[in-house]
Structures are given as structure tokens and as C-alpha cells.
């Protein structure tokens, strides 16, 4: 097989042999039975649920706006979960060290019987991937090293990561469009493999919520629930794109600045197979 070669910059590569051979390239093919991952097993959600925060000097003294409406996400994540067989736990006001100790525990964990691992984020957040813990800010990408350094149990298995939280404070008034009419081999995996992550708006932008819950997690419970039967988790997530960008807009009228603006949900992920729930 022939060495592959990094994208490097010019300074970083070597010297190669300018005699390339060709390339023989297959025919991509699946069995239909590894298109999907394997759901039978058990099933848990971790939710971070944050509605009031402390008066630290990581917050410049000052006490960040309570999140009202959260402990509807909460309840409505709880409830269709459940029904889908899911462990459902929950976290209040934990503080960055309990948040980033609390995830190390479970993922540290023998998880030979579980088939997935679902964590739900809902709380204040700002640019470049910061979320708020109870007493200070983080960076989203912290929890992500701690997954990615998971028990070998959780290989090649879903880890799913829903983030109802701003991203920076840019705010999207959007623009009018018209209409026209187990006992097999061992093999190597990134370590980067198998997760998916659902951020409640793109980069730089805000998201919202009012008294009955967030756009992104409200909807995204409506879509599940409605079509888990027919579509696998991806095209579910298409769906939530769908609905938040096209069917949900602020309503301030008593505040004409954050008065009917639009929100974009965004979904990374480095899925090997399928998700159905």
C-alpha cells in the first residue's frame, strides 16, 4: 500500500518520491446490517441543567440572568427519553470542577452492556466554545478530551452531546426569500470517531428560550417523538433545522432590538453508522 501523505504545509512536508504509482480504487459497499449501530443494549442521558448562576470573579462579580424556562427542557428531555428506554439523570447548578469530575466518572466506567451515551447541555454560553458552569465559564472542548479519553467499553459506540447555549452575542434577523411555484478481530479507530453534537445555534450567535423551554431542545423532543419510527437521528436533526429556522422567531415587541430574530441550529459529527432510536 502506498504511504499517504499529511496536508501539511509546505515547511512540514518531505521529501517524496515523484514517481507515483496509480491508485486502485473499489467500489464502495455496506452490509445493511452495519449500517446501523447497535441500540439493544442500555441506554443513558446525562443532563447539566443550569437555571441560576453565583456571583464569582470568573463573571466579573456579577450574577448571569437566570435561565427561566430550562426546567421545561429538562422535563421534556426527561419524558420522551424515558420513553424511549433511555437512564435519565440529572444535574442542577454543578459548579466546573463537579461538571468535568462528574463526566469523567461516568465515562470511566464499564459500559460493555450500554449501546450509547446521550449528555445534554443547557445553560449560558459565549463565543470560541465557552459554557457557563454554575461558578464560571469553560470550554466546551474540555469535556469533548474527556470523551474522546472515554473507557475503551464506549468505543464504537454513539456519544451524543445536545448544547442548548448561546455562542457568541450576534443575533440573525434572517433574509426573505421568494417562492417558486465481540469475538471478531480487534481494529483501529480514531479517537475522534462516533460522536455527534447538536449545538443549539451556529457559532457567534445567540439562541433562545421563553417560559415554556428552549426552540432547540422543545423541538427537538416534538421531532423525535413524532418521527423516531420512521427516520434514524440525522435526518431527525435535519428536521430540527428545519423547524427552528423556519417556524420559531422571537417575540419582544417590548424590546424591538431582540424583537423577531431568527435562530440556526448547527450539528456536528463524525458518526460511523446510523443512530435509531
Known amino acids: 500500500m502506498d ?25 464502495p459497499s455496506f452490509n445493511p446490517n452495519d449500517l ?29 440572568t437566570t435561565r427561566d424556562g430550562t426546567h ?15 437512564k435519565v439523570k440529572v444535574f442542577n447548578e454543578k459548579e466546573h470542577r463537579q461538571i468535568l469530575d462528574e463526566i469523567t ?26 459554557i457557563y458552569a454554575a461558578d464560571r465559564p469553560y470550554q466546551f472542548k474540555d469535556v469533548l478530551a474527556i470523551l474522546e479519553n472515554c473507557h475503551s467499553s464506549l468505543l464504537g459506540k454513539p456519544k451524543v452531546l445536545f448544547v442548548q447555549a448561546c455562542r457568541g452575542n450576534q443575533m440573525d434577523s434572517g433574509r426573505r426569500i421568494e417562492l417558486d411555484s465481540s469475538g471478531r478481530a480487534s481494529y483501529l479507530i480514531p479517537t475522534h470517531a462516533d460522536f455527534l453534537v ?25 421531532i423525535i417523538e413524532a418521527y423516531r419510527e420512521f427516520y434514524d437521528l440525522l435526518h431527525m436533526l435535519t428536521l430540527v433545522h428545519n423547524r427552528v429556522a423556519f417556524y420559531r422567531s422571537t417575540y419582544t415587541p417590548s424590546k424591538l432590538r431582540n424583537h423577531n430574530k431568527k435562530q440556526m441550529p448547527e450539528t456536528k459529527y463524525s458518526l460511523t453508522k446510523l443512530i435509531r432510536l
Not at 447539566?48 to 448571569?64: G, L
Not at 421545561?72 to 433511555?86: A, I, M, P, Q, Y
Open 105 to 130: 466518572e461516568i465515562t470511566s466506567k464499564d459500559h460493555k452492556e450500554a449501546s450509547c451515551i446521550f449528555f445534554a447541555f443547557l445553560s449560558h454560553g459565549d463565543k470560541d466554545g465557552i
Open 3 to 27: 504511504e499517504t501523505q499529511a496536508d501539511a504545509s509546505a515547511s512540514e512536508r518531505q521529501e517524496t518520491n515523484s514517481s507515483v504509482p496509480v491508485e486502485i480504487r473499489t467500489k
Open 36 to 64: 446501523y449501530y447497535d441500540m439493544s443494549g442500555i441506554k443513558y442521558l446525562y443532563i447539566f441543567n443550569h437555571y441560576e448562576f453565583q456571583k464569582t470573579k470568573y463573571f466579573n462579580n456579577k450574577r448571569p
Open 72 to 86: 421545561k427542557d429538562v422535563s421534556r428531555l426527561t419524558e420522551v427519553f424515558e420513553n424511549l428506554g433511555f
Open 198 to 222: 447538536l449545538y443549539s445555534t451556529v457559532e457567534d450567535h445567540v439562541s433562545y428560550r421563553n417560559v415554556y423551554g428552549s426552540f432547540l431542545i422543545q423541538d427537538l423532543c416534538d
